[in-house]
Each structure stands twice: as C-alpha cells, then as structure tokens.
T-cell receptor
C-alpha cells in the first residue's frame, strides 16, 4: 500500500514570495490533515478535511494561508505572502476516518520550508 | 480543549537498557485515543503504539509498551532492550472523537552505543 506522498521535500523562498505544497493521501482515506512543525516543537494542526469539506481550520492563519482538497483526494496548501516565521516542516497526514477503527493518522515525509 | 504535556525534552540511555518516556494529557471527553509517534531524522512520523481509553489493558507492541493511568491522565511509553535505531523524537498525541489529534512538544531520545 502506497503511503502519503508529499512534494516538494525542500523549498527555499524569499519572504513575501508565494509557495504551494502538495499532498496525496493514502487511497480511500477520508480525513486529511496539514500540520506545521517548527523546529524543536510538536506538530500543530493547521487544517483538517473530511472528504472535501473543512472540519477544523481554527489555527490556520487565513490572511496568508489557504488550503483546498478538490474532489476529496489530493490537497494543496498555499502560503502567500510568506514570512520568516513560516519556516517549518509542513506535514500532511491522512486517516481512514475520524472515528471508529480507522482513526490513526499516517504521515508523509513532510516539506521543509525555509523563508529567507 | 485537549492538551498534551511531555515534561522530558531530552533523554539518553545506553543500548539494551529500558527507558520510560512520560506524557500527561487533559481532555473532557470520556472516549478518546492516545498515541505515541516516533520521528527519526528522516522526519517521517511513524505510529509506535496506540491505546483506546475505554480499554483497561495496557497496549504492547513488541519492545514497546504503555502504562495508561486513566484517572491520573498519564500515558507513559516504555521501550525495553533499547536499540540504536530507537534514536528519534517521540511525540505523545491524543484524539477525542469529533476533535483533532493534538501532539505534545516531544522528547528527544538518544540511544548510546
């Protein structure tokens, strides 16, 4: 079974530029998460999708971050414009469902973003 | 709101020893799940072990086991016969139904040869 795929692995941009990350979850997984992990800290949830609907985006800085999950499969996370403090690893995860037996999340390898 | 607290930022143990990582959590839910994830330098988060709150029996997975104390809201991870490959960041996490997965700040574990 293929895992969660993310691209790119690394990205370096200047502040005020735009960047987009892509995630392809495990086939059949209804729930998709985007986390931000700043160096030395635990992952912080940015947004959670159930199929193509947003379940929780309370910690997403909506003035600069946006995310979509068209057709309930792939997802993109965009930052526009980027700030220095956005430097972090962006992790995508998916789970079969939020409840029941499929609740555990499987993670991709992440995208390391450096804003200079 | 859920919270997860890991009070040990960093630990080191000799290979083959046993080590216990601490985690406390807080939730108002009765039905929830607890996890330990491992994050090696490759960055990929790997699920180590999970515990359903309604189960009294502590979960075990080979060399990994948990001590789940529901009343104390404590969920520690024990690694027996530690190996060099166990060197990683370890994150405790909780999931309440109809809520999100919340992670602690992590414990960096070094296994020394």
């Amino acid at each position: 079974e293929a895992g969660v795929a993310q691209s790119p692995r690394y990205k370096i941009i200047e502040k005020r530029q735009s960047v987009a990350f892509w995630c392809n979850p495990i086939s059949g997984h209804a729930t998709l998460y985007w986390y931000q992990q700043i160096l030395g800290q635990g992952p912080k949830l940015l947004i959670q999708f159930q199929n193509n609907g947003v379940v929780d985006d309370s910690q997403l800085p909506k003035d600069r971050f946006s995310a979509e999950r068209l057709k309930g499969v792939d997802s993109t996370l965009k930052i526009q414009p980027a700030k220095l403090e956005d430097s972090a690893v962006y992790l995508c995860a998916s789970s079969l469902d939020r409840q029941g037996n499929g609740f555990e999340a499987f993670f991709g390898q992440g995208t390391r973003l450096t804003v200079v | 709101a859920q919270t997860v607290t890991q009070s040990q930022p960093e630990m080191s143990v000799q290979e083959a020893e046993t080590v216990t990582l601490s985690c406390t959590y807080d939730t108002s839910e009765n039905n929830y799940y607890l996890f330990w994830y491992k994050q090696p330098p490759s960055r990929q988060m790997i699920l180590v072990i999970r515990q359903e709150a309604y189960k009294q029996q502590n979960a075990t997975e080979n060399r990994f086991s948990v001590n789940f104390q529901k009343a104390a809201k404590s969920f520690s991870l024990k690694i027996s016969d530690s190996q060099l490959g166990d060197t990683a960041m370890y994150f405790c996490a909780s999931l309440s139904l109809n809520d999100k997965i919340i992670f602690g700040k992590g414990t960096r574990l070094h296994i020394l040869p």
